[in-house]
């Protein structure tokens, strides 16, 4: 199983950006598609972006589309979310995860890293 831990969040204001980062270790990095998610508060986790095991397939959630991305470098083992433009209703804990292809998450959630955008 690998082991991730989430890094990058904070607090920003509309419009800005934050890139998070998600370090694996323990297994081979590169075996896993991978995944973003995120919950706000009194809300359901939800998934937010999809990345391959290569890097080269990616999808997104709509809420996100066109200013998330998702992005892989597995010489570092590392996943990250770059992330612009963002809104107040990004406000969440961010999580990564090792996913299916379908973006379905199956192994341990880490701690994440909490993101707070304000208006």
């Known amino acids: 199983q690998v082991q991730l831990v989430e890094s990058g969040g904070g607090l920003v204001q509309a419009g800005g950006s934050l890139r998070l980062s998600c370090a694996a270790s323990?297994?081979?990095?590169?075996?896993?598609?991978m995944g973003w998610f995120r919950q706000a508060p009194g809300k359901e986790r939800e998934f937010v972006a999809y990345?391959?095991?290569?890097?080269?397939?990616?999808y997104y959630a709509d809420s996100v589309k066109g200013r998330f991305t998702i992005s892989r470098d597995n010489a570092k083992n590392t996943l990250y979310l770059q992330m612009n433009s963002l809104k107040p209703e990004d406000t969440a804990l961010y999580y990564c995860?090792?996913?299916?292809?379908?973006?379905?998450?199956?192994?341990?959630w880490g701690q994440g890293t909490q993101v707070t955008v304000s208006s």
């Open positions: 995860n090792t996913v299916l292809g379908n973006g379905t998450p199956f192994g341990s």
């Open positions: 323990g297994r081979t990095f590169d075996n896993y598609h």
């Open positions: 990345t391959s095991r290569s890097g080269g397939g990616t």
